[in-house]
């Protein structure tokens, strides 16, 4: 039994009319004869009363005929989902972010990206950089939003955002006041940043400004998030260094003030595998380029 002799059964039993069958479907009527035969055979019962008043369908092709209908419909809706999943119109991606990202790029990428394709589901996993990059290299993200320069070799990247890093103090601290501050002016303050183990490079680099500045931090606390961060100064515990789009947070109780000597921007950067067969992924990066710095898009070999 195939999909063809289906059709031809569907359409006669439409028309009752074997003239009229084979002209809808496009065939002389001999072959039309010939589809309905292998059919019955296949089924092994007649579908079909054939006598000079016409054409009638028996008992049996009565029975059969919603099944045969039904299954052209699958047929049918399956031909339109792998369509539209190869051309990036339905489908599923798996994205990674880290919590900072949530203020600075991916709320408009998302609702551009929704808004074009309604049908294509987004599932999104907060994670730390350093997580996302397992996941991704062991293909169980499709792309993820990043904070770090150590990228796998096999993947591309787009640089999202680029933001500088602020000083963020209780909002009753002397310093609060200040337009622009030195960042010596933070030594001998009790300091929270975020654990190296989840972002290596931004740890790293704030540590590099402390001492440039000529002195050591005493890390006060070591916590996961930027957002959690922000909470501790929040409730008078300590100054941190944080990226600006923190601002947007809105918590109650901190101020955020620029620095004298800036370090190197907080960048934000869109990572997947390179070459990675999937039009859901194009339609996805090209929302996220959309949006993105005006840069080009980086290979790492």
Same mark, same amino acid.
């Given at each position: 039994?195939?999909?063809?002799?289906?059709?031809?059964?569907?359409?006669?039993?439409?028309?009752?009319?074997?003239?009229?069958?084979?002209?809808?479907?496009?065939?002389t009527q001999p072959p039309l004869s010939m589809n309905i035969q292998q059919l019955e055979a296949s089924v092994g019962?007649?579908?079909?009363?054939?006598?000079?008043?016409?054409?009638?369908?028996?008992?049996?092709?009565?029975?059969?005929?919603?099944?045969?209908?039904?299954?052209?419909?699958?047929?049918?809706?399956?031909?339109?989902?792998?369509?539209?999943?190869?051309?990036?119109?339905?489908?599923?991606?798996?994205?990674?972010?880290?919590?900072?990202?949530?203020?600075?790029?991916?709320?408009?990428?998302?609702?551009?990206?929704?808004?074009?394709?309604?049908?294509?589901?987004?599932?999104?996993?907060?994670?730390?950089?350093?997580?996302?990059?397992v996941e991704l290299v062991h293909d169980r993200l499709d792309l993820g939003f990043v904070h770090t320069t150590r990228?796998?070799?096999?993947?591309?990247?787009?640089?999202?955002?680029?933001? $500088?890093? &602020? /000083?963020?103090?209780?909002?009753?601290? =002397? *310093? %609060?006041?200040?337009?622009?501050?030195? @960042?010596? #002016?933070?030594?001998?303050?009790?300091?929270?940043?975020?654990?190296?183990?989840?972002?290596?490079?931004?740890?790293?680099?704030?540590?590099?400004?402390?001492?440039?500045?000529?002195?050591?931090?005493?890390?006060?606390?070591?916590?996961?998030?930027?957002?959690?961060?922000?909470?501790?100064?929040?409730?008078?515990?300590?100054?941190?260094?944080?990226?600006?789009?923190?601002?947007?947070?809105?918590? $109650?109780? &901190? /101020?955020?003030?620029?620095?004298?000597? =800036? *370090? %190197?921007?907080?960048?934000?950067?869109? @990572?997947? #595998?390179?070459?990675?067969?999937?039009?859901?992924?194009?339609?996805f990066l090209a929302a996220v380029r959309s949006t993105a710095s005006p840069v080009h898009d980086v290979v790492h070999?």
């Amino acid at each position: 039994m195939e999909f063809r002799h289906l059709r031809c059964f569907t359409v006669l039993a439409e028309e009752l009319h074997f003239g009229r069958a084979a002209q809808r479907l496009a065939m002389t009527q001999p072959p039309l004869s010939m589809n309905i035969q292998q059919l019955e055979a296949s089924v092994g019962a007649r579908l079909f009363e054939r006598n000079s008043r016409g054409v009638a369908l028996t008992a049996a092709g009565l029975a059969f005929l919603p099944r045969a209908q039904a299954l052209l419909e699958q047929a049918a809706l399956a031909a339109r989902e792998a369509r539209d999943v190869g051309q990036g119109l339905a489908g599923q991606l798996q994205i990674g972010f880290a919590g900072t990202v949530l203020y600075r790029g991916l709320p408009q990428v998302l609702r551009d990206f929704a808004a074009a394709h309604p049908r294509l589901r987004l599932a999104l996993r907060e994670l730390s950089s350093s997580e996302q990059l397992v996941e991704l290299v062991h293909d169980r993200l499709d792309l993820g939003f990043v904070h770090t320069t150590r990228v796998p070799a096999g993947f591309s990247q787009i640089l999202v955002s680029s933001q $500088p890093f &602020v /000083a963020c103090l209780p909002s009753p601290h =002397p *310093l %609060a006041q200040e337009a622009v501050l030195p @960042l010596e #002016r933070l030594k001998g303050k009790a300091f929270a940043i975020v654990m190296r183990a989840v972002s290596p490079d931004y740890h790293d680099r704030i540590l590099a400004a402390c001492a440039d500045s000529g002195f050591e931090p005493a890390l006060a606390f070591e916590l996961r998030h930027w957002l959690s961060v922000v909470s501790v100064i929040a409730q008078g515990l300590g100054v941190a260094l944080v990226p600006a789009a923190l601002q947007q947070a809105g918590l $109650p109780g &901190v /101020a955020f003030v620029s620095l004298a000597q =800036p *370090l %190197a921007p907080y960048d934000t950067h869109c @990572l997947w #595998r390179t070459g990675r067969d999937q039009s859901a992924l194009g339609a996805f990066l090209a929302a996220v380029r959309s949006t993105a710095s005006p840069v080009h898009d980086v290979v790492h070999h």
